[in-house]
Nanobody, 125 residues
Framework: QVQLVESGGGLVQPGDSLRLSCAPA????????LAWFRQAPGNEREFVAT????????QYARSVKGRFTISRDNVQSTMYLQMNDLKPEDTAIYFC??????????????????WGQGTQVTVSS
């Protein structure tokens, strides 16, 4: 079992930036596909961004494309989500996920078998 740990969440104002990080508590991401999902209060968890192994391909939800950037450091075995121009509708718990059976981009939650506990991002003035 692989435990993922997110960090970097917080309270920011509209237009601000945040960078989330995700790393395994032990071991490495190996050659797995990685992703970020989020869940806002009262909503289902939704796809945000995914990155392939070793990182050449990325895919984004339409709502964040052009503002968010997903990346991975395969030496440090860490994944990042750079979030710029944050909006109140970006407020959610953000989860990182790893798909051990895939190397290409995957946007479906069912393809992911390891999940973090989540980090809260709140965008409010």
């Amino acid at each position: 079992q692989v435990q993922l740990v997110e960090s970097g969440g917080g309270l920011v104002q509209p237009g601000d930036s945040l960078r989330l990080s995700c790393a395994p508590a032990s071991g490495t991401f190996r050659t797995w596909t990685l992703a970020w999902f989020r869940q806002a209060p009262g909503n289902e968890r939704e796809f945000v961004a995914t990155i392939s192994w070793p990182g050449a391909k990325q895919q984004y939800a339409r709502s964040v494309k052009g503002r968010f950037t997903i990346s991975r450091d395969n030496v440090q075995s860490t994944m990042y989500l750079q979030m710029n121009d944050l909006k109140p509708e970006d407020t959610a718990i953000y989860f990182c996920a790893a798909a051990s059976r895939h190397q290409s981009v995957q946007s479906t939650q069912g393809d992911y078998d390891y999940w973090g506990q989540g980090t809260q991002v709140t965008v409010s003035s």
